[in-house]
């Protein structure tokens, strides 16, 4: 069965950055629509930005020039997220996920329902 494993989460001060990296124990990023979400305490998991290879598809939740930029490395099952201009709302367990569905619509990439694999999430809080 496939894992997906985060890491590089931390406490940073607002302003400060991050990158988030994901490792995939298959070799399924080349294939899969793979995803960051966040989930901040006592709420819902919220979708950050997905990259689909084989659909050429990077996508954001709005047409707002991205704080946060989703990249991957097909040769080594990695996706990453770098985190600019942090804020302290960006405070949460960033997630990784993926599904093999593809072709998805944006109301599919922004729903957690549609992604059957996810890893442990890392941490990221941002202080004021």
């Known amino acids: 069965q496939v894992q997906l494993v985060e890491s590089g989460g931390g406490l940073v001060q607002a302003g400060g950055s991050l990158r988030l990296s994901c490792v995939a124990s298959?070799?399924?990023?080349?294939?899969?629509?793979m995803a960051w979400f966040r989930q901040a305490p006592e709420e819902e998991r919220v979708f950050v930005a997905a990259?689909?290879?084989?659909?050429?598809?990077?996508y954001y939740p709005d047409n707002r020039k991205p704080r946060f930029i989703i990249s991957g490395d097909n040769a080594t099952d990695m996706v990453f997220l770098q985190m600019n201009g942090l804020q302290t709302t960006d405070t949460g367990v960033y997630s990784c996920?993926?599904?093999?569905?593809?072709?998805?619509?944006?109301?599919?990439?922004?729903?957690?329902?549609?992604?059957?694999?996810w890893g442990q999430g890392t941490q990221v809080t941002v202080s004021s």
């Open positions: 996920a993926a599904t093999p569905l593809r072709g998805l619509s944006a109301s599919e990439y922004l729903s957690p329902r549609h992604y059957t694999i």
């Open positions: 298959g070799a399924i990023v080349s294939t899969y629509t």
């Open positions: 990259i689909s290879w084989s659909d050429a598809i990077i």
